[in-house]
């Protein structure tokens, strides 16, 4: 199996769905090349509709990472301005 991968919450939304419909979690492993704890752990999650707080953190820290990439641009320019003097 592959590491870091990351899979989207339809994905693991699906998967989830796919237990509680009563597919086997070896099933679903083999079929979608994923560890079994990690299925038991999105199915958790899709239980207590933890999923969606996934998707708010993921937003969330694209915020972020724009600011933090806005922020830097200016910094950059400010330095240059500072040292053209």
Same mark, same amino acid.
């Given at each position: 199996?592959?590491k870091?991968?990351?899979? =989207?919450?339809?994905f693991k939304?699906?998967? !989830?769905?796919?237990? +509680?419909?009563?597919e086997?979690?070896?099933?679903? &492993?083999?079929?979608?090349d994923v560890?079994r ?5 999105w199915?958790?999650?899709?239980q207590? =509709?933890?999923?969606d707080?996934?998707?708010? !953190?993921a937003?969330? +820290? ?7 990439? &806005?922020l ?8 240059l ?5």
């Amino acid at each position: 199996m592959a590491k870091h991968r990351t899979h =989207s919450v339809e994905f693991k939304r699906q998967v !989830s769905q796919e237990y +509680l419909s009563g597919e086997t979690l070896h099933g679903l &492993a083999k079929r979608h090349d994923v560890s079994r704890n990690l299925i038991r752990i999105w199915v958790d999650k899709f239980q207590v =509709s933890a999923l969606d707080e996934d998707v708010a !953190s993921a937003g969330l +820290l694209e915020t972020y990472e724009a600011r933090i990439a &806005a922020l830097e641009r200016l910094v950059g320019k400010q330095a240059l301005e500072n040292w053209s003097f």
